[in-house]
Structures are given as structure tokens and as C-alpha cells.
């Protein structure tokens, strides 16, 4: 499963020069969304390092206001 997704993520990503994400690879390969997230997170820190670029979707909600907050946060600053 592994090599199927890393050699479709490739073709995505570096042949066809789109964007990916983890619902998208879900969907194509018909597993779980937590195992799509997970061989992005392989592909991202092996085949692609360097290649590619991981861009995170944040949402939180203040506790006292209610208002939600939401931000999109790069690999690098994500701790």
C-alpha cells in the first residue's frame, strides 16, 4: 500500500504539478483519511523532501468569545 500511494503522490505532485490532500488520497486509494494523513507525512519526509511542501489547515475556537479562528501554517512551523 505504501509503494502504490508514494508512486501516486509522485505522479500528483511532481509529474502533474498538482496539490493533494489527505481526503483526495483517501479517496483514490480507498483507505482510511488517519492512514492518508500518515503516508503523506512518509512521502512528504522521504520521496518529496525537498520537492514538495506541506501547508496545514488550523481551526480553534476561543474559549471565553466563542469566535473561531482559523489558519493555514506551513511544515516548518509546525513543532
Known sequence: MEHQAMEL???????????VTYKWLSRSLG???NTAKELMQVFLATVGKGKAHGTYYLARQDPETGNQ????VS???IN
Not at 503522490?9 to 496539490?19: F, H, S
Not at 479562528?69 to 493555514?72: K, V
Open 31 to 33: 483507505i482510511s483519511v
Open 9 to 19: 503522490l509522485t505522479t500528483r505532485v511532481e509529474d502533474e504539478k498538482q496539490n
Open 69 to 72: 479562528y482559523l489558519s493555514l
Open 75 to 77: 511544515q516548518e512551523d
